[in-house]
């Protein structure tokens, strides 16, 4: 088990895009594990692959209060989409930013669990909307696509100021301690 960096908006590399898992073997299971202890200790309620630099198909979301409820998706494929909903939406990539987004208001995903077999998940409220955040992930999109340039660009110049704490130069991942 161990605590992934996630990268921050305007990192280019939240703008890659996911290839699907081709088998859903030990190595993805312990890239969902580590993504699930990343997710809970940073306080989110999903959390895409992407976000830890790593492109490839995989979310973990939890969006139940007592933070026992963990949901896997790899290779998740969106199958319905009805209505239209707005919500606040935050991301862990784009820290202390809150802002409307409109989304599908119910949907159904097809996607593989942790063991790789085949679930269908029909969700509403936080977790369709949820789902969609993390799947936008996946294609390399951000909820503040969806903002006015000029938002998306105020909060750019704001979060370039300010410094990661999980910045490069003090990042320890690569001393042989354990
Ligand atoms: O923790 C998170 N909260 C949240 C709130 C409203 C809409 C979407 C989200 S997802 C976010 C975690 C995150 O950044 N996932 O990619
Ligand atoms: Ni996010």
Not at 19 to 34: L, Q, Y
Not at 62 to 80: G, Q
Not at 88 to 100: D, H, I, K, M, R
């Amino acid at each position: 088990m161990a605590l992934l960096d996630i990268l921050h908006f305007p990192d280019p590399r939240l703008r890659l895009k996911a290839v699907p898992v081709v088998t859903v073997d030990a190595d993805v299971r312990a890239i969902v594990s580590d993504m699930l202890e990343t997710m809970y200790d940073a306080l989110g309620i999903g959390l895409a692959a992407t976000q830890v630099n790593i492109q490839q198909q995989i979310i973990v979301i939890d969006v139940s209060s007592e933070k026992d409820a963990p949901i896997c998706l790899i290779n998740p494929v969106i199958r319905t989409l009805e209505g239209s909903e707005e919500m606040q939406e935050g991301c862990l990539s784009v820290p202390g930013y809150f802002e409307n987004v409109t989304r599908a208001e119910r949907i159904v995903v097809e996607a593989l669990d942790e063991n790789g077999a085949k679930q269908e998940i029909a969700a509403d409220e936080l977790l369709a909307v949820c789902i969609q955040h993390e799947m936008d992930h996946l294609e390399g999109k951000l909820f503040v696509d969806y903002l006015s340039p000029l938002k998306r660009q105020r909060i750019k110049k704001k979060l370039e100021k300010t410094p990661s704490s999980k910045s490069p130069s003090n990042d320890d991942s690569h001393s042989s301690a354990s």
